[in-house]
């Protein structure tokens, strides 16, 4: 994690995020990605913290730039959340792209664990729950979940990872190269 990301502001609050601990389980860093329309953003922060998990930590990372309408009301959702303990806003000067928005989310992050959310999806309640339980099981160096696809208010598909996209996804891993797309 590169500290020359952080600011002034995030390092007087970096102590104090890092000692949060519940008896020892470890803390798991969501990184939520913003740009453009975020009128689902409250939906995707709510979702996160409506986790069964309770450790968590919340990054959200504006990748709109300084001047503009997304910039103004991405603002004014994150203002509602201003003094929430679990969540952290982040604000780039310039759009960067999601990847440097996921970069600059690692860089504030405090967790053992990381998990990326674009602010227009959500997780379900037990999705970090079952995540952390495989990964502190000591098998698994990393997690892949399914896709619901919801259409109108309805599950439609399921998209689930085949063997043949595991075996694919390892090589990257291997390589150290992860796609970020959602």
């Known amino acids: 994690r590169d500290p020359s990301l952080r600011d002034e502001k995030f390092l007087d609050r970096e102590h104090d995020r890092e000692n949060v601990n519940f008896s020892g389980v470890p803390v798991v860093s969501v990184i939520i990605t913003a740009y453009g329309d975020c009128s689902t953003l409250p939906r995707a922060i709510e979702s ?5 998990y309770g450790n968590l930590e919340i990054i959200v990372v504006d990748d709109n730039g300084e001047s503009g309408l997304w910039r ?8 509602y ?3 929430h303990p679990q969540i952290h806003y982040v604000k780039h000067s310039e759009n960067k792209n999601g ?13 053992k664990y990381i998990t990326f959310l674009d602010s227009d999806d959500y997780m ?11 990964l502190e099981d000591g098998s698994f160096d990393a997690c892949l979940c399914d896709v619901l696809i919801e259409i109108s208010g ?3 598909e ?3 990872s085949s063997k043949a996209e595991l075996a694919w996804k390892d090589v990257f891993l291997e390589e150290k190269c992860l796609g970020t797309g959602s």
């Open 124 to 134: 379900l309640a037990n999705r970090v729950a079952h995540a952390v339980a495989a």
């Open 48 to 52: 996160v913290l409506g986790q069964s």
């Open 81 to 83: 959340y201003g003094n």
């Open 158 to 160: 399921v998209r689930m």
């Open 99 to 111: 990847s440097a928005a996921r970069n600059t989310g690692i860089a504030f992050s405090t967790g």
């Open 72 to 79: 103004s009301l991405t603002e004014s959702v994150m203002s």
């Open 154 to 156: 309805l599950f439609r």
